[in-house]
């Protein structure tokens, strides 16, 4: 079992559509997670941090559910610009050895 | 600022051949990281550096080679080079652990 997993999709919505992500993980110590964003051919760059009560950046929505080992993502709204694929990121214990997921790709379509 | 730095942007070896990728960053973070990204499999931790002069293994160090040069740079070094490493080699820094890590824009590596 893959210690992240993700749904690899492709997810295919319309512009204006409400997209949610889901992730899990499956070391219970794990302490610090986070959704990157990746573009086609680039870097990962941090979308979010994900912080236990669940927190909102714009139309953007993460939430972790600590019990079931699972982190969401919620996009309402739906840009064109938000098409690319969206990284689960799992720090383990605290440590320097992070875990990444292997992405879900959105498509956002006029 | 530049941010994080690599180069290489791409290159093409032969079987057995070396190399050394480059990675910079001017943030003044203490920790640095290499991974390898192939499809549908995400990131890879190779090898990571938690403070200048220490270097530790990541999940796939075998074949690779790193020093941290100095506080601002870290090196990967292919002795020689297999078909299975062509991947999208990323370098990241941070400010510690559990930090959000910050990516150079990749080095696209092809062995033949």
């Known amino acids: 079992r893959k210690e992240v997993e993700q749904d690899p999709g492709p997810f295919n919505v319309p512009e204006g559509a409400t997209v949610a992500f889901n992730c899990t993980y499956s070391?219970?110590?794990?302490?610090?997670f986070f959704w990157y964003r990746q573009d086609c051919r680039k870097e990962p760059k941090l979308l979010m941090s994900v912080y236990s009560s669940g927190n909102e950046d714009g139309r953007f929505t993460a939430q972790l559910n600590r019990a079931s080992q699972y982190i969401s993502l919620l996009i309402r709204d739906s840009k064109l610009s938000d098409s690319a694929t969206y990284l689960c990121v799992v720090n383990n214990t605290g440590g320097f050895k992070t875990i990444f997921g292997a992405g879900t790709r959105l498509f956002v379509k006029a | 600022n530049a941010g994080v730095t690599q180069t290489p942007k791409f290159q093409v070896l032969k079987t057995g051949q070396s190399m050394t990728l480059q990675c910079a960053q001017d943030m003044n973070h203490n920790s640095m990281y290499w991974y390898r990204q192939d499809p549908g499999m995400g990131l890879r931790l190779i090898y990571y550096s938690a403070s200048e002069g220490t270097t530790d293994k990541g999940e796939v160090p075998n074949g690779y080679n790193v020093s941290r040069l100095n506080k601002r740079e870290f090196s990967l070094r292919l002795e020689s080079a297999a078909p299975s490493q062509t991947s999208v080699y990323f370098c990241?820094?941070?400010?510690?652990?559990?930090?959000?890590?910050?990516f150079g824009p990749g080095t696209r590596l092809l062995v033949l």
């Open positions: 990241a820094s941070s400010d510690g652990r559990g930090e959000t890590q910050y």
């Open positions: 070391n219970s110590a794990s302490q610090s």
